[in-house]
């Protein structure tokens, strides 16, 4: 009986513990945001991101005061660490393209039906139609009707010139060529 006792006792000094530090991290972050000016909604993902940390390391001190078997714990934190890794990396690609379909649709040059050149490389161009700017792609119809999907995280790096107006021309006179 008297071991609960101790194990209680420890678990009630670790929560004040807790509540310390997130009070004084909470007032440091604070002081800060008074100090540089900073957005208050970047001090409420600091204080967001700062206690959902203290509340892990709460709850692993809380695991290992119970008598949790540290290997076990070992093995269980490496594996979800390693299955969050894996998700983090998905999730920036996919948001990585999301982001870069924002960028394209209202800051970039480059709109719905603009005919452009992609400098792929020193001597290779690629020149089409925008037939479509999607969440996760950008369609291009070439002069040869051929269909060209470049991912909107691609797209938004590559050296890009808009020939709308000149292209339309020399498309048109590159089909009255072929017809001859």
């Known amino acids: 009986m008297e071991l609960y ?5 420890e678990s009630l000094i670790i929560l004040v513990l807790y509540v310390l530090i997130r009070n004084v991290s909470n007032r440091i ?4 945001l008074g100090e540089r000016l900073i957005q208050e909604s970047r001090g409420i993902v600091i204080k967001k991101f700062i206690s ?17 078997n540290q290997d076990d714990l070992a093995v269980f934190i ?3 660490l390693t299955v969050l890794g894996i998700a983090f ?4 690609s996919i948001l990585s393209n999301i982001t870069s ?3 394209i649709f209202f800051n970039h040059p480059v709109k719905f039906n603009d005919t452009i050149l992609i400098m792929e490389a020193k001597d290779y161009v690629i020149e089409g139609r925008v037939t479509n700017i999607g969440l996760f792609f950008i369609t291009l119809e070439t002069v040869e009707s051929e269909v060209i999907t470049l991912p909107n ?7 890009v010139k808009n020939v709308t107006n ?3 021309s020399a498309i048109s006179t590159e089909q009255e060529q072929l017809s001859l």
Do not use: H, P, R
């Open 29 to 32: 972050i604070d002081k800060t």
């Open 52 to 68: 959902v940390a203290s509340v892990f390391v709460l709850a692993l001190f809380m695991l290992l005061v119970w008598g949790i």
């Open 101 to 103: 379909s924002i960028i």
């Open 5 to 9: 006792y101790a194990k209680i006792i």
């Open 78 to 80: 490496g594996s979800v």
């Open 153 to 159: 995280n691609v797209f938004i790096q590559k050296s």
């Open 166 to 168: 000149k292209s339309e």
């Open 89 to 92: 990396f998905a999730q920036w």
